[in-house]
């Protein structure tokens, strides 16, 4: 089974992945993640990235798909994927229905993590200090841009998926163990 974990940045995208390995060995595509390695690794992407990410913009869509088709070369794949934090714009998910396609794979299941943005400043503070401050992203004001990337950019899958009848949505402000039975519920 693949499945997109879709959600405004600190919908709890990454936390409901985690699980999802955990409790069924599927595999976690995080481009944040693999941005973040990139960055820690100190490669040319990754300095190119870091200065994109931390004022809060995308990262270039042709570097973003580049980065998931290499990753879906590997064989651990075949347990099923969880796309956490990608796609994030239209051309995206145009990128991924082709590279889907072509290696003969199905989109099961688009899962939308749906919160109050008022709540998500008090989350991204929580975060900031649980991981000492390790994200330079994790502050009001870039929070503040991401949302509107996210209007601009992202919201725009909601219909996109919605049409071909893979959308579905959670109550992202229950908590942690409500939001996984609830997708629990959907991936059956
Ligand atoms: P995340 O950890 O998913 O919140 O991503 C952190 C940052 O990495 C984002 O604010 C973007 O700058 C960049 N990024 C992560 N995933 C993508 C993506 N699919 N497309 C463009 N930029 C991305």
Excluded: W
């Amino acid at each position: 089974m693949n499945i997109i974990l879709f959600g405004a940045p600190g919908a709890g995208k990454g936390t409901q992945a985690k699980r999802l390995v955990d409790d069924r060995g599927m595999v976690q595509l995080s481009t944040g993640d693999m941005l973040r390695a990139a960055i820690g690794a100190g490669t040319e992407l990754g300095l190119r990235a870091r200065e994109i990410m931390d004022r809060g913009d995308l990262v270039s869509d042709d570097i973003i798909l580049g980065m998931i088709a290499e990753r879906m070369q590997n064989p651990d794949c075949a347990k099923g994927v969880i796309l956490d934090g990608f796609p994030r714009t239209v051309a995206q998910a145009d990128g991924l229905g082709a590279m889907f396609a072509e290696a003969g794979l199905t989109l099961d299941h688009v899962i939308e993590i749906k919160v109050d943005e008022d709540a998500l400043f008090a989350r991204i503070e929580t975060r900031a200090t649980e991981t000492g401050g390790s994200r330079a992203d994790d502050n009001a004001e870039t929070l503040r841009k991401r949302l509107a990337v996210y209007h601009e950019n992202t919201a725009p899958l909601l219909p996109y998926y919605t049409e071909k009848g893979l959308m579905r949505t959670v109550d992202g402000m229950a908590s942690i163990d409500e939001v996984a039975q609830a997708i629990d519920a959907i991936l059956g």
